[in-house]
T-cell receptor, first 115, second 115 residues
């Protein structure tokens, strides 16, 4: 079983839709949670960064972390064709220890927003 | 503000050869991590360098080695290349001890093809 599971999709939505992207994880030591966006043939771009449980909003993007369920989500409101990309969740335990700096990624979800 | 840069962008090698990939971190960052991303997969952590030493290593064989220079730039070396080493190699930088030291910023990657 992978430490981080992410539905690879693909996910296709019309412009203006609300998009929900999700990851589950098994390692309860994970404390820091990130979402990256990766355009085709490019490097991942950091979108959101959350520590522990709770919500964080940045413009059209909202990240949620539910540590009790080991479940994280990214919501995109008013989706645009420019949001079409692969979305990767990533997580890491507390600083220090044997896993310091080692981001563990999900497989990535391919999202297409059509006009 | 200069982001993470990597060179070369593309590389073609044959089995058994050796390859060196290069990375310059984001301005102000002192820590470099390397990841391997196979097609359709999330990035896999190879290792991380801080203060010119390997601080953390993922599940990769000793054929993968690295180096960090006093100016924080880094190299990834892969010996005895296998067909399965074909992938996008990503460099990420961060600032150890910074306010968001868990966040890593990625370069565009080097796409390696082994024939």
């Amino acid at each position: 079983q992978k430490e981080v599971e992410q539905d690879p999709g693909p996910l296709s939505v019309p412009e203006g839709a609300i998009v929900s992207l999700n990851c589950t994880y098994s390692n309860s030591a994970f404390q820091y949670f990130m979402w990256y966006r990766q355009y085709s043939r490019k490097g991942p771009e950091l979108l959101m960064y959350t520590y522990s449980s709770g919500n964080k909003e940045d413009g059209r993007f909202t990240a949620q972390v539910d540590k009790s369920s080991k479940y994280i989500s990214l919501f995109i409101r008013d989706s645009q064709p420019s949001d079409s990309a692969t979305y990767l969740c990533a997580m890491v335990p507390n600083a220090g220890g044997t896993s310091y700096g080692k981001l563990t990624f999900g497989q990535g979800t391919i999202l297409t927003v059509h006009p | 503000d200069a982001g993470v840069t990597q060179s070369p962008t593309h590389l073609i090698k044959t089995r058994g050869q050796q390859v060196t990939l290069r990375c310059s971190p984001k301005s102000g960052h002192d820590t470099v991590s390397w990841y391997q991303q196979a097609l359709g997969q999330g990035p896999q952590f190879i290792f991380q360098y801080y203060e010119e030493e390997e601080r953390q290593r993922g599940n990769f064989p000793d054929r993968f080695s690295g180096h960090q220079f006093p100016n924080y730039s880094s190299e990834l070396n892969v010996n005895a290349l296998l067909l399965g080493d074909s992938a996008l190699y990503l460099c990420a930088s961060s600032l150890t001890g910074g306010a968001s030291q868990e966040t890593q910023y990625f370069g565009p990657g080097t796409r390696l093809l082994v024939l």
